[in-house]
Nanobody
Framework: QVQLVESGGGLVQPGGSLRLSCAASGSIFSIDAMGWYRQAPGKQRELVAHITGARSTNYADSVKGRFTIARDNAKNTVYLQMNSLKPEDTAVYYC??????????????WGQGTQVTVSS
């Protein structure tokens, strides 16, 4: 059994910062790519940031220069540092990871989501 648990969401004023964390636990052999997605009300889920096992990163154009994704392989954790937040960043943020379990079965896992609200 593998699970992803996110933390760090909340309410922040425009221009503020938040740091999201997502820890993977369970019967993990290795973790390939990890990423953050978000879904605003009435909109489709979209990729925010992605990081490979080799730590190659890519970002949505809307967050480039403001958000930074990083990972700690020793802790099976991925982070999303969000700076200069805007009201349009308001959404539920989901962690995603491609994980090879100890059974050597590869799976695509999602966290439960954490709410980020940017408002004055």
């Amino acid at each position: 059994q593998v699970q992803l648990v996110e933390s760090g969401g909340g309410l922040v004023q425009p221009g503020g910062s938040l740091r999201l964390s997502c820890a993977a636990s369970g019967s993990i052999f290795s973790i390939d790519a990890m990423g953050w997605y978000r879904q605003a009300p009435g909109k489709q889920r979209e990729l925010v940031a992605h990081i490979t096992g080799a730590r190659s990163t890519n970002y949505a154009d809307s967050v480039k220069g403001r958000f930074t994704i990083a990972r700690d392989n020793a802790k099976n954790t991925v982070y999303l540092q969000m700076n200069s937040l805007k009201p349009e960043d308001t959404a539920v943020y989901y962690c995603n990871a491609l994980i090879i379990a100890t059974t050597l079965r590869r799976g695509d896992y999602w966290g439960q989501g954490t709410q980020v609200t940017v408002s004055s």
